[in-house]
């Protein structure tokens, strides 16, 4: 069978196990908005309505975006409530708590996200709900919360049992992640801290080591929550956040609605490069009612150039991860707005007919299947109810001739000829027969569409 007669296959059944949430929440990527790329812990109510205001104004909501999601640092540092065990909003930050703020941003036709975490302290520092999962539950659906991001930071010690033994191996990870032969070990309580590497596999093992991590302590905590969540009159939809860690991708599917697949993102070219490699070998757990989450954009943040920012955000809706944006929407070049509101790409990353996110098919300068953080796949395809998506990723530092070989692309007939339109900018660039060149600047992706035979 060919590897698009698979995915419509797929696409045609329910993903096994899989969290179904009413009205068809988490079938399709989660869009929006995230306060932590902005603003960090600097975070209140007047900075969400203005992003919520913004994404109206800007025409966001109209493309299609709609969870505006408070990140960590909303709630008050000191402590639950005494009586209730609740947790509490700053009443600075938030001076009508949650339900104040959540009331309107659905006023403005939005839903409303927050933040916790599966241990002591979020990675802020602030109260977090491991061991008060069903009292938070209830508190977030009676505020009005649409959505919870679940972070893993600060697990209590009686939860550990993650493998920490490992050697450092910088080739593999030249941002810290260790790397090695991992034996079970008593890591320090503040393991999970933001600041602490995060250990993950080496490239041999890559993306399954062989260990059942549906049966460890980590899974067991976030399924505990999504019990909880479950138990309530609101449907929320669930985002589990462990970095990766424990292979979520194995088990996040019938437990929540996305997993983070990664450490965090920041808006670097080296980082995006390294996510996007990661990411490249995990498609195949990617689906109806469950995504891979690759971070939140960052889009409108650092110093990424034209190019760069159209790879980011082009690579990251052909995987079919969120589409959180992380910025200050109302800085927004009008570049930026135009690759963020892109209909064809926002089309394949929201199609409700075809589940399946799109996959490498040549990896271009290193051989097929190479785990590379520098140089990821270059060559991807993925069906759609609209046609065929096609992207080549340029990683040198200078323009490129990009060939998308007709014989090499799973979804194309070899001696085919198609309609093709350049996605960035709608370019119709007319029948084509067999193969298509481009080219492309460095650090840039060029991305065709295909949509139906001449």
């Known amino acids: 069978m060919s590897r ?19 009205n068809g929440i ?18 209140d109510e007047s900075k969400l309505l203005q992003a919520a205001n913004a994404m109206v104004s800007m025409g966001f909501k109209d493309a299609g975006y709609e969870y505006v999601i408070s990140d960590d640092c909303w ?13 509490v909003a700053n009443a600075t930050k938030f001076p009508q708590g949650i339900t104040g703020t959540s009331g309107k941003i659905h006023d403005l036709g939005f839903k409303f996200g927050i933040y916790s975490s599966a241990g002591t302290k979020t990675c802020g520092g602030y109260p977090a709900s491991l061991g008060y999962e069903e009292v938070d539950a209830a508190t977030f659906a009676s505020w009005g919360v649409d959505y919870l991001k679940y972070d893993n930071c600060f697990p209590s010690e009686v939860w550990y049992d993650d493998c920490l033994s490992c050697e450092a191996d910088p080739s593999f990870s030249p941002t810290g992640i260790v790397n090695g032969s991992c034996t079970p070990s008593t890591p320090p309580v503040n393991h999970y801290s933001f600041d602490k590497p995060i250990p993950i596999c080496p490239p041999y093992k890559w993306p399954v080591d062989g260990n059942n991590y549906t049966a460890k302590y980590t899974a067991l905590k976030f399924r505990i929550m999504q019990q909880a969540l479950q138990a309530q009159n609101r449907t929320i939809l669930y985002s589990l956040c462990e970095w990766g860690v424990d292979e979520p991708w194995t088990w996040g599917n019938t437990t929540g609605s996305s997993w983070r697949m990664s450490n965090d993102i920041n808006p670097s070219w080296s980082r995006i490069l390294q996510i996007l490699n990661q990411n490249s070998f995990l498609t195949n757990y990617n689906n109806f009612w469950g995504h891979n989450d690759a971070d939140m954009l960052e ?3 650092g110093n990424l150039t034209a190019a760069e920012t159209r790879t980011h955000f082009g690579l990251w809706a052909l995987m079919k991860t969120p589409l959180l944006m992380g910025t200050d929407v109302t800085k ?9 509101q892109n209909k064809r790409l926002l089309a394949f990353n929201q199609d409700a007919v075809v589940g399946g996110s799109a996959a490498p098919y040549k ?27 096609v992207a080549m990723f340029n990683p040198l530092n200078e323009t490129m001739k990009m060939t998308a070989l007709y014989s090499e692309i799973p979804e194309l007939e070899s001696d085919g000829c198609y309609a093709v339109t350049e996605a960035w900018n709608g370019t119709d660039l007319g ?5 298509v060149e481009v080219e492309v600047e460095a650090h840039d992706t060029a991305v065709l569409l295909f949509e139906g035979k001449c």
């Open 363 to 389: 990896w271009g300068v290193n051989e097929d299947w190479t785990f590379n953080s520098t140089f990821p796949a270059q060559y991807w395809s993925g069906a759609s109810s609209n046609g065929t998506m």
């Open 75 to 87: 709630s008050n540092l000191d402590g639950r409530d005494n009586y209730t065990h609740q947790l």
């Open 431 to 435: 029948c084509k027969e067999k193969s």
């Open 299 to 301: 889009v409108g943040n």
């Open 332 to 340: 927004l070049s009008a570049h930026d707005v135009g690759v963020l």
């Open 26 to 43: 988490g079938k399709l990527p989660a869009l929006g908005w995230n306060s932590w790329n902005a603003y960090g812990c600097n975070i």
């Open 4 to 22: 698009l007669a698979a995915v419509l296959a797929l696409s045609a059944l329910p993903a096994a196990l899989a969290i179904q949430l009413p």
